[in-house]
């Protein structure tokens, strides 16, 4: 890349800044890349006070070393080291029979485009093309041709060919041009005729089609940018079990009492519906745009709850009758030793029964949990059938980032519990959403004090189940 000199205008009090990007050339004319660049930059600075060159060169080099940079992020921050907010993009295409000469001048801070020239050079020379980026960048170019005569007649030929340029928002659209799929955007159409019809359709999942058919009547028809309007559809919510005062959220927002239809924006939303001391489960629903749907979502069923929680109990003393037999049967291989082999089977036996009862708990804490998990309640689970008892009870930290998104949800954790009543370990038997509210939940777990459980007289270790509700009413 061809190294230019920085020139500061006189007047530069009166004008914009503006940083002119290094230009883009053919690879035939890249020799020139330097002679074309500051003579745009020359007509340029008769409007702004222009900045090109090495210490451009600088900037871009470092903004784009950077991992999270993107064009418009690193194009931004370059416009803002020269004081300025005007980025300036030009280009010297080389074609049959000429040059394309481009300069598209925007606003990095508003998105705004600012000005758009694309001029083409009809049979010029090098020496044309400079003294015509001298004009474009004044602001007094005209179309050049080799004579006037060619230019007439250029102007009455329908077989001339015709370029098209558009973008689209989001950029990438899908478009179709006369019913043909093209690709995604943006969109350079080089084998139009001028004269001919172009019926364009864009495309793209979650937003409105766009049509529009355009006549080209020049050499060059560049469009401003298509933007895509956002899809909408509706959905009815409403819950199985009518509950007074039921309110939908939508993406952890409150829409409003159910039943209701609500208008959507077309895309992925997370549903769920809350009445006082219970909740359906977050639902996750696709809308399409013009879709009418219906969305019934169920309470748990508590009447279901209490018949798990008695399962849950016998399977709990199930498992301290295993466990205490298995506790036998190592005593056995230590008192007779001889028949060691008999016990290491019993023993293999038990501790696979002991596996599937413990399989089962774990589904049965999952059914309960899936709709009920914030009830409040804290059950013994694996060692006995008693509820554990909290002595010290901490609530843990709502998390800013979700306070400030106003995000609601609820953390299961698991504790294993010391004979002294200490929390031992956390584990997350289930979160609703993942990754937002756990960290907390396990801090204030880990600070809980238990009463010791007691058998035969003898603390003993113990496991309960505790769930944590974070909600923004509270």
């Known amino acids: 890349m061809a190294l230019s000199f920085l020139t500061l205008s006189t007047q530069a009090a009166a004008k914009p800044n503006l940083v002119l ?8 004319d890249a020799d020139l890349e330097g002679q074309y660049g500051s003579a745009l930059q020359e007509g340029l600075q008769k409007r702004y006070t222009v900045f090109y ?6 900037e871009l ?6 991992i999270d940079c993107d064009i418009d992020t690193c194009n931004q921050n370059v416009a803002i080291a020269f004081n300025g907010e005007l980025i300036a993009d030009s280009e010297v295409k080389a074609i049959s029979g000429g040059y394309l000469l481009k300069l598209v001048v925007r606003n990095v801070l508003t998105s705004e485009i600012i000005e758009t020239k694309i001029v083409p050079c009809e049979n010029c020379s090098q020496f044309d093309v400079i003294r015509q980026l001298k004009a474009i960048g004044a602001g007094t170019s005209k179309t050049l041709s080799s004579t006037s005569k060619t230019s007439n007649a250029s102007s009455l030929n329908t077989d001339q060919r015709a370029i098209l340029i558009f973008d689209t928002q989001p950029e990438d659209a899908s478009i179709s041009i006369n019913g043909k799929p093209v690709g995604k955007g943006p969109y350079q159409g080089l084998n139009h005729k001028i004269g001919d019809k172009v019926k364009v359709e864009i495309t793209k ?4 089609p766009h049509q529009v058919t355009l006549d080209l009547q020049q050499a060059i028809t560049q469009l401003a940018p298509i933007v895509l309007k956002q899809g909408q559809g509706k959905l009815l919510i409403a819950t199985k079990q009518f509950k007074a005062g039921a309110v939908i959220y939508v993406n952890g927002k409150a829409q409003g009492v159910a039943p209701k239809e609500l208008l959507l924006p077309a895309g992925a939303h997370s549903i769920q519906i ?9 639902t996750t629903v696709t809308v399409r745009n013009g879709s009418s749907e219906q969305l019934t979502l169920e309470f748990p069923n508590h009447e279901l709850n209490v018949q798990f929680k008695n399962q849950i109990s016998e399977i709990n003393h199930t498992l301290d009758e295993v466990n205490m037999e298995i506790a036998y049967t190592e005593k056995g291989i230590i008192d007779f030793p001889d028949q060691a082999s008999l016990f290491q089977i019993r023993i293999s036996k038990l501790m696979s029964t002991k596996t599937e009862l413990l399989m089962r708990l774990k589904q049965l804490r999952e059914k309960i949990y899936e709709g009920d998990a914030t009830n409040g309640m804290l059950s013994g689970h694996g060692f006995g059938g008693s509820d554990a008892i909290p002595l010290v009870q901490i609530e843990p930290r709502y998390p800013p980032q979700a306070l400030s998104r106003k995000i609601e949800g ?24 993942e990754g937002i509210f756990e960290r907390e939940a396990i801090r204030a777990a880990r600070l809980y004090r238990f009463k010791p459980k007691l058998v035969d007289g003898k603390p003993v270790a113990q496991m309960a189940t505790l769930p944590f509700e974070f909600n923004l009413d509270k």
């Open 21 to 28: 990007l290094p230009i883009d050339v053919s690879q035939q």
């Open 53 to 58: 060159g090495a210490a451009v060169e600088k």
């Open 61 to 66: 080099e470092k903004e784009y070393s950077k």
């Open 205 to 208: 999942q979650y937003y409105r």
């Open 274 to 282: 809350k009445a006082k001391r219970e909740s359906t489960k977050v």
């Open 410 to 433: 609820y953390v299961v954790l698991r504790l294993e519990i010391s004979k002294l009543g200490s929390v031992k370990e956390v584990t997350v038997v289930s979160a609703n959403p």
